[in-house]
């Protein structure tokens, strides 16, 4: 794998993520709990990948310079951020708390969105050629 390659995929599992916790706006507040915690699992599970993705950044764009690690030390910050979030999700949407479940997953959509910004900030500092990867995703 390379560094742009490991940036590519991680953005792709972070667009899953993002439309996993956009689907569950709609899910979590209507009445159906096992889609509104599928919807959180799945993008709990992207989200894991996506880490994935980044540690192996770490390591392909060693060279790339001091920004780059910067980005990627701060984007693997966010996302164990995240997936704390996500669990609050879990807990919350368990059926009982509808209020602190759809605020917990607005937290969630505002986060999962600074983190796009995040990665394309990586993929430009750390020389990638994914920016395009990060637009379309």
Excluded: F, N, P, Y
């Amino acid at each position: 794998a390379s560094c742009g390659g490991d940036i590519a995929d991680a953005t792709i599992d972070i667009g899953k993520a993002t439309k996993q916790i956009t689907a569950a706006v709609t899910d979590c507040a209507g009445s159906d709990h096992a889609k509104c915690v599928a919807d959180i699992s799945s993008a709990s599970s992207d989200l894991a990948d996506a880490a994935t993705q980044i540690s192996k950044a770490v390591t392909d764009c060693g060279g790339a310079g001091s920004a780059c690690a910067t980005d990627l030390t701060q984007l693997t910050a966010a996302i164990t951020g995240l997936t704390a979030e996500i669990s609050s999700m879990l807990d919350d949407c368990d059926g009982s708390h509808k209020i602190k479940c759809v605020a917990d997953i607005a937290g969630g959509v505002k986060d999962v969105a600074a983190l796009g910004i995040d990665i394309a900030k990586a993929a430009k500092d750390c020389g990638s050629t994914s920016l395009r990867a990060v637009e379309d995703a």
